[in-house]
């Protein structure tokens, strides 16, 4: 069968005005909702590869007897789990490149987005850092610093799935159009603004919003004014909703895309009162019984949304995906008084790394009749792979969208089509964030293969890793295989030119960083 | 400059799964704002075409002086009025003809829509009512009884519009897709749902929302939480929250496009205490002050919008339309206490007729450089030619969607080409309203030229009018112009069949009523 042609570009202009043309066709013919797979990507936030009782590992962990996530364990049970699915080191970034298919060195979304115009950079005492995307994403023109894409869920959309966004957007920063999850293609938006974070999970703080609105946090909670003063924890209340809009996807009868986006487990670390005593009784300190009562109440409303599906009969033409965006927390004691950076053993380091502990992400994926039960992929897979992949699954091969695609489907891999990759994979995070420690911020990394480069463009040290044999990043080879380096050097800095990634430039000569090719 | 060209159908359909091609062209290149019109559709709900100060006949009238719609004089003052819009004669038709540019006829939502699979027609004693759309319009299939078509809304937000919608919405039963806004393409949707009128206008009634799910108003107004119990009137909290939703549009920086969508002044006829006491001190009786309340609340709410335009500098760049749906209402005495079927004199009948009084509206439209101030179009347009009228405004001219459009563009029409029309205009109510009065329920129409033919289905009736010289359809000529009646009568039938119109059939012999040109 033909595919649709793509249009020349130059066909898009009209004679009379410099414009765009709009969508040419929108979906147009009948199909039943049989016809296409419903599909739930259930995102957490900040979620480390071992803030769950399903080990990912070869081993069970520490952290594994520690959490409580059975129904995880449920969605495994009935999947597939991805032990090497990666992230970005931080929210925005990660989102962009779910949203876009685009690498992050590509969108330039390189930190966390929240002002208009204001980058959330710390700054660095030599080190000039580059005018990154810190307005996020938009899929129109009209404010600087965005990056111009159409979203997966535009595309779903207009095919005729309902689309449902519940939680945490962070795609665009406040008063820009990609704030609104609506300008991405989402028929229904639940809680879901410019803020990537939440102010609280109280209901008795009524999610950080005040009367006054001078006075409002940043990162108060949107639209769930119903809840507030009722002791409906957050995670709970973004639960209940996104399962009334699921009530009503059931009665559209349309194929539907949930995007259940968690603010659990971002700090703030409040206790979610359903589990926090628990924890305690079983000799956690206060600050991690809250933590574990996060993840616990997190993993209840999987629960909850595959308990759905089951009584609805929904769950054969479901596809369930659970992900998160970036490593956990581990850089500072106000939340978490375990010792730093230990919070994600195996892994070294956490949120805001290049090392594992800061790019590792549980992944598990179900898909009845697909995807085989029980089952284990070691592949590695990217954030940005989502986009293609969200897409193949709902049937949808030949669309057009302004933005370069990065990511590669990993609907083969499902298929248990699984061959050892030789794929590259690309970060770039040359900002300062908020937080300091092992392999946070001004480094670009490559992984292909078992080997792991970090390039540090600050202090310009690489550093190497044979990941299959050093989960845990002990132990630097860089300086006995320097052919190697030099090659991966080589591969990444092509890589970065090729998507026009950024540097950090010498504030005193001007001139840019080298890239991790140049001398 | 070659057009895209239309993909044909075949092509649509993938190879693996029988489904639709999405979008394949969004936004894709660069505009500034600067290229394209803002546009606003100030949309009235039930507004009779004398509600107002303004005279849209040839004489100042009884009700021109009753009624202080100030604004509505303003923006007539910068722009065109039409003298001669038309609309169907009942909201759903005329909002669903709006959306798609189909004609009713064609998209067969006849009458109004609220619950699923329900229809709402009244009974009749010997005919059968056909299986009209009484599920409304959705873009997308998976419920019956609805039209499919895509809104060009939907055309405006893939172009990159920012879309808001305000107020009422009524193009699908409540739980169909169609019922929500952001289905049609709207990014922010204010208080639209499937409800086609207000429970009430009071915030200390909370617009009808009650605390027990069950006790629940089926017209009570959605998402204006904010506003109960404040002693904001309805149509107050809708004009805040639009222009609330302006201001974010300028933050955006994209054009806009607002369908500020008034419940005013649609029954219950509730008092705006603004403006109620004036119009008791003007000798109008309690009800018919309420009314005139209603009205002049509604005509502040667009004095506030051009407000904001003016006090932002987009005036200049912002096309105003103003249009109303359907007749006044003037069959009943719950709401009104003059005569029956005289508030819209000097039109004849009122909301639910094919007599002028249900369909003719007050209209206006502001578009700066293009439109001539202070003028006045005396050709006729109908509701369905908003579609490719808005279109065109936007500067989108090849798009590609699945319902037929029969709507015209008056484009030409608001840059003075007026030439005298001989298009033919159809309507068709193959229904039966909650309310009886001259030329309510069971007919069809014609208006070609000066002529307006209306066929009754039941009793086989034929009328003809000269509309241009008896406005008030006093003089039936059809005895005396029986060849003209002929004529007229074979162009409507071809019209209804040719376009798939429904009609009755006699429940005892199962035998359709005859078309206007049949036996």
New interface residues.
């Given amino acids: 069968?033909?595919?649709?042609?793509?249009?020349p570009?130059g066909?898009?202009?009209?004679?009379?005005?410099?414009?765009?043309?709009?969508?040419?066709?929108?979906?147009?013919?009948?199909?039943?909702?049989t016809?296409?797979p419903n599909i739930i990507l259930f995102m957490v936030d900040d979620m480390g590869w071992q803030d769950t009782s399903l080990p990912f590992w070869n081993q069970r962990t520490f952290y594994n007897d520690r959490y409580e996530t059975p129904n995880m364990e449920r969605l495994a049970a009935q999947g597939m789990m991805f032990t090497q699915a990666y992230a970005c080191p931080i929210s925005s970034p990660s989102r962009c490149s779910l949203m876009t298919g685009s690498n992050a060195a590509r969108h330039r979304v390189t930190n966390w987005t929240l002002e208009?115009n204001k980058s959330t950079d710390l700054s660095d005492d030599s080190l000039a850092l580059p005018d990154w995307n810190y307005n996020g994403i938009s899929?129109?023109?009209?404010?600087r610093n965005t990056y111009k894409a159409?979203s997966f869920v535009?595309?779903?959309q207009?095919?005729?799935y309902?689309t449902i966004h519940c939680g945490k957007a962070h795609w665009g920063a406040k008063?820009?159009?990609g704030e609104?999850p609506?300008?991405w293609g989402?028929?229904?938006n639940i809680a879901g603004h410019a803020g990537g974070g939440p102010a609280t999970y109280l209901s008795e703080r009524c999610f950080g919003n005040t009367t006054d609105p001078k006075k409002q946090h940043k990162m108060a909670i949107p639209g769930l004014?119903?809840y507030w003063n009722t002791g409906v924890f957050l995670t709970e209340a973004l639960t209940r909703e996104a399962i009334s809009a699921l009530d009503?996807a059931k009665?559209?009868?349309?194929p539907f895309y949930l995007y259940m986006s968690h603010y659990a487990v971002h700090i703030p670390i409040d206790r979610d009162p359903r589990y926090f005593a628990k924890y305690l009784r079983k000799g956690l300190s206060e600050k991690e019984a809250a933590y574990a009562s996060l993840v616990e109440g997190m993993d209840k409303s999987l629960g909850d949304i595959l308990d759905w599906l089951d009584q609805n009969g929904e769950s054969r033409r479901t596809i369930v995906i659970f992900m998160s965006d970036n490593g956990g927390y581990a850089t500072g004691t106000q939340w978490r008084d375990e010792p730093l950076f230990t919070q994600n053993f195996p892994l070294r380091s956490g949120k805001g790394s290049m090392y594992e502990g800061g790019i590792r992400e549980p992944m598990i994926v179900r898909w009845p009749s697909v995807v085989r039960p029980k089952s284990v992929c070691g592949q590695y897979i990217m954030i940005e792979d989502f986009f293609p992949t969200l897409l193949e699954m709902?049937?949808?091969?030949?669309?057009?969208?302004?933005q370069k695609v990065d990511g590669k489907s990993f609907v083969p891999l499902l298929k248990g089509q699984e061959k050892p990759s030789r794929r590259p994979l690309v970060w770039n995070y040359p900002n300062v964030w908020g937080n300091t420690g092992p392999g946070i911020s001004l480094n670009c990394a490559l992984r292909e293969g078992p080997w792991k480069l970090i390039y540090n463009y600050k202090t310009r040290r690489k550093e190497l890793y044979d990941i299959p044999n050093d989960i845990g990043e002990a132990h630097d080879l860089a300086a006995s295989r320097p052919s190697l380096v030099a090659k991966l050097s080589k591969k990444l800095g092509r890589y970065l030119r090729k998507m026009g990634a950024q540097r950090p430039s010498d504030k005193r000569s001007g001139r840019p960083c080298p890239w991790p090719d140049e001398p």
Same sequence: chains 1, 2.
């Fill in positions: 069968m033909k595919p649709l042609q793509p249009t570009p066909n898009l202009f009209m004679a009379v005005t410099a414009l765009m043309l709009p969508s040419t066709a929108f979906a147009q013919a009948g199909h039943t909702h016809e296409r208009k899929r129109v023109d009209g404010c159409v535009n595309l779903l207009a095919s005729g309902h008063d820009t159009p609104n609506t300008h989402f028929e229904v004014e119903k009503k009665r559209y009868n349309q709902a049937g949808i091969k030949h669309y057009k969208v302004p």
